[in-house]
């Protein structure tokens, strides 16, 4: 997914702008001391695991066929919108075959990335991420893969983008691809409200993304039966 760390201390900076925006820094409840849950197993994501799906309907994290979202924000003064898209496209990784989710980000008007993610649901729910495709765009032309990584390729496999039960304080890795994606989730909050621009929302569930890679932090806030709603400094403004 978007190959350039955001970090996580830009949110409250943005809010202080953006009131839709505002739960993600006053409702969003941080756990308190209640017991961490156990690591999720990236096991039943493992291909030769299955039957895997391509009816990814985790309630979290749902991908129906031509299902698209829209995000804009800001990145520094630029302004940026990205267009996530489900595909009516398959591509077979590491022997699975997975569903193709199209991300387009743009800056200023001009094209940045455009990323082709592989996904597939596991048998107990959970959506398994195999790895992406990347294109890096510079004044119209291709310029770098930079983050691209697939499943089954040397030590590289598959992770969990959401487990099928998510807990606070349940902890799995999305990405495992040795010194080029290694990015690991921690759930951070459940059952909050969130207001974005493409609507209010109860029963928000957040997640912070860390990668020993560097140093930065990401914040995902997802809601059940529509998937991510804020990725760091971008808000849902509109769905498909």
């Known amino acids: 997914m978007r190959s350039t760390r955001r970090l996580l201390w830009l949110a409250p900076i943005l809010c202080a702008s953006l009131i839709a925006c505002k739960s993600v820094n006053s409702n969003l409840n941080t756990g308190g001391d209640e017991a961490r849950p156990a690591r999720a197993d990236i096991a039943v994501c493992d291909p030769g695991g299955g039957p895997f799906s391509l009816t990814i309907d985790n309630r979290y994290l ?8 829209v995000f804009e924000g800001h990145q520094g003064t630029a302004g940026v919108r990205l267009e996530v898209t489900v595909l009516d496209e398959t591509e077979t990784v590491a022997g699975v075959e997975t569903r193709v989710l199209e991300e387009r980000e743009s800056k200023d008007g001009q094209l940045v990335e455009v990323s082709r993610n592989f996904f597939v649901q596991a048998p107990d729910g959970s959506v398994c991420y195999y790895g992406e495709d990347v294109d890096i765009y510079k ?12 499943a089954g390729l040397g030590g590289n496999k598959p992770g969990i983008m959401m487990p099928a039960h998510p807990a606070l304080g349940m902890s799995y890795p999305n990405e495992v691809a040795p010194g080029v ?10 059952g909050d409200t969130i207001d974005v621009p493409a609507g209010h929302f109860e029963g928000a569930l957040r997640i912070t993304e ?7 932090k990401s914040l995902k806030i997802y809601v059940q039966d529509i998937g991510l709603v ?8 509109s769905r498909e």
């Open 210 to 216: 860390t990668s020993p890679l560097d140093s930065g």
């Open 62 to 69: 749902p991908m129906p066929v031509g299902k698209k979202l």
């Open 139 to 150: 004044d119209g032309a291709v310029v770098g893969h930079e983050g691209a990584w697939r």
């Open 181 to 190: 994606a290694e990015d690991k989730a921690e759930i951070t909050a459940l």
């Open 230 to 237: 804020v990725d760091d400094e971008l808000l849902l403004v």
